[in-house]
Structures are given as structure tokens and as C-alpha cells.
């Protein structure tokens, strides 16, 4: 029901920024929370960052916590990461991902609570 697209990985010297962008269509009138998940080679996906339907609840890794920033526009049906302060163990390959929501306050934050993913975009910081 609900397609996504991540945009805006590429490489990136370690201490700069990135701003990744999640677009989502198809039944985008549906309530849903969002996350960004990250993965690398040998390892499970890990939550980076969740946001509620409402926005008024938000989780962050411990690892990103005052570096990365998640926000979202339901009008515009998007949801961005920026990515500051970047270090090289950042480096993975980031996915967005829905899950359908019981309230506007709902706010997963395991892989397996997400139904929609997206095909995930790379994210390289260089040192």
C-alpha cells in the first residue's frame, strides 16, 4: 500500500553533513510511523531514528544522538534524516521504513514492527 523511495547518500568526508530524504506514495493517507534503519556487511539492521505520525515522538540511536536529525511533512508525504558531524562508522547503507500505526503516538522502533521499506540508499563517510 505504501511505497518508498530513499534519496540523497554518497560520499561524504568524515565531519561534514548529509541530508537524506524519504518519499513516500501510494495509501500515504494511512497513519503511520516512520524509521530510519541502517545496515552494513556481517550485521543486522539497526534503527538509526523513529518518528511518530505525529511527530511529537522521536527515538535515536545512542550513537547519533545530537548529530542526526529526523523530521517529516505528512502533507508532502516525506521524511528526512540530516546527518551532521559524520564519522567514518557511519558508514552503511540506510533504509526508510513504515509501519502502520495504532495512534499518532505510536513509535516502533524494532525492524520487525515495519511493514514497507524502502531499497535503501549508501551512505560512505571517508576519514
Known amino acids: 500500500q505504501v511505497q518508498l523511495v530513499e534519496s540523497g547518500g554518497g560520499l561524504v568526508q568524515a565531519g561534514g553533513s548529509l541530508r537524506l530524504s524519504c518519499a513516500a506514495s501510494?495509501?500515504?493517507?494511512?497513519?503511520?510511523?516512520m524509521g530510519w534503519f541502517r545496515q552494513v556487511p556481517g550485521k543486522e539492521r539497526e534503527l538509526v531514528a523513529a518518528?511518530?505520525?505525529?511527530?511529537?515522538?522521536?527515538s535515536y540511536a545512542d550513537s547519533v544522538k545530537g548529530r542526526f536529525t529526523i523530521s517529516r511533512d505528512n502533507a508532502k508525504g516525506t521524511v528526512d534524516l540530516q546527518m551532521n558531524s559524520l564519522k567514518a562508522e557511519d558508514t552503511a547503507v540506510y533504509y526508510c521504513?513504515?509501519?502502520?500505526?495504532?495512534?499518532?503516538?505510536?513509535?516502533?522502533?524494532?525492524?520487525?514492527?515495519?511493514?514497507?521499506w524502502g531499497q535503501g540508499t549508501q551512505v560512505t563517510v571517508s576519514s
Open positions: 521504513a513504515a509501519a502502520l500505526a495504532y495512534s499518532g503516538s505510536y513509535l516502533p522502533i524494532r525492524r520487525v514492527d515495519y511493514g514497507y
Open positions: 501510494g495509501r500515504t493517507f494511512s497513519t503511520y510511523a
Open positions: 518518528i511518530s505520525w505525529s511527530g511529537g515522538r522521536i
